[in-house]
């Protein structure tokens, strides 16, 4: 993406770079979209289009947020995330939730609406309505059973001996290999 206005031209872009970040994070895309459009006002915030700041994500340190910089100011004083393009923005969402052990559980749940409920558990959000919200913008359709199973191969940042030990330990692993074995050619 050269810049933001391609990307707000296209949900279809964006909807690509949520399913970039649910590779690498394991969280479900539909979650990670729909927590876009809502944190950005459907992509049409000053912090996004200034910003590149795809979730309101605050500016404390290169961090806890590489590739950062102090962006816009917060109505609490604060400081939002600057990031110099949109693709940049996606990274920087990405190294975020990498570099805050908080949200490592939010991979744990099984639908969108459980990692929801973890991400709003977790302190993502106060609003007692977060989760319906975000579950609306997403129509309820997750692919957390997609993501979860494509995060631990492709993508990620584990070695390869981490990798192969999740394989070993998966059932179907043992299934495939016994079947083999009895029906050897």
């Given at each position: 993406?050269a810049?933001?206005?391609?990307?707000?031209?296209?949900?279809?872009?964006?909807?690509?770079?949520?399913?970039?970040?649910?590779?690498?994070?394991?969280?479900?895309?539909?979650?990670?979209?729909?927590?876009?459009?809502?944190?950005?006002?459907?992509?049409?915030?000053?912090?996004?289009?200034?910003?590149?700041?795809?979730?309101?994500?605050?500016?404390?340190?290169?961090?806890?947020?590489?590739?950062?910089?102090?962006g816009?100011?917060?109505?609490?004083?604060?400081?939002?995330?600057?990031?110099?393009?949109?693709?940049?923005?996606?990274?920087?969402?990405?190294?975020?939730?990498?570099?805050?052990?908080?949200?490592?559980?939010?991979?744990?749940?099984?639908?969108?609406?459980?990692?929801?409920?973890?991400?709003?558990?977790d302190?993502?959000?106060?609003?007692?309505?977060?989760?319906?919200?975000?579950?609306?913008?997403a129509?309820?359709?997750?692919?957390?059973?997609?993501?979860?199973?494509?995060?631990?191969l492709?993508?990620?940042?584990?070695?390869?001996?981490?990798?192969?030990?999740?394989?070993?330990k998966?059932?179907?692993?043992?299934?495939?290999?016994?079947?083999?074995?009895?029906?050897?050619?």
């Amino acid at each position: 993406m050269a810049n933001i206005s391609e990307a707000v031209g296209s949900n279809n872009s964006m909807r690509e770079y949520a399913k970039t970040a649910s590779i690498q994070l394991g969280w479900d895309s539909g979650l990670i979209y729909a927590q876009w459009v809502l944190e950005t006002g459907n992509f049409t915030s000053n912090v996004f289009k200034t910003d590149n700041n795809l979730a309101g994500i605050k500016f404390v340190s290169t961090r806890n947020n590489p590739g950062a910089s102090p962006g816009s100011e917060a109505d609490d004083g604060g400081v939002y995330a600057h990031y110099p393009s949109v693709s940049a923005g996606v990274q920087g969402y990405i190294n975020f939730i990498k570099a805050n052990p908080r949200y490592s559980n939010v991979k744990t749940g099984k639908t969108l609406v459980e990692q929801a409920t973890i991400l709003k558990n977790d302190g993502w959000a106060t609003d007692p309505t977060y989760v319906s919200k975000v579950v609306a913008i997403a129509g309820g359709n997750g692919d957390v059973n997609i993501s979860s199973a494509t995060a631990g191969l492709i993508g990620s940042s584990n070695g390869i001996t981490e990798k192969a030990g999740r394989i070993v330990k998966s059932p179907i692993f043992w299934i495939v290999l016994l079947v083999g074995l009895i029906f050897k050619p």
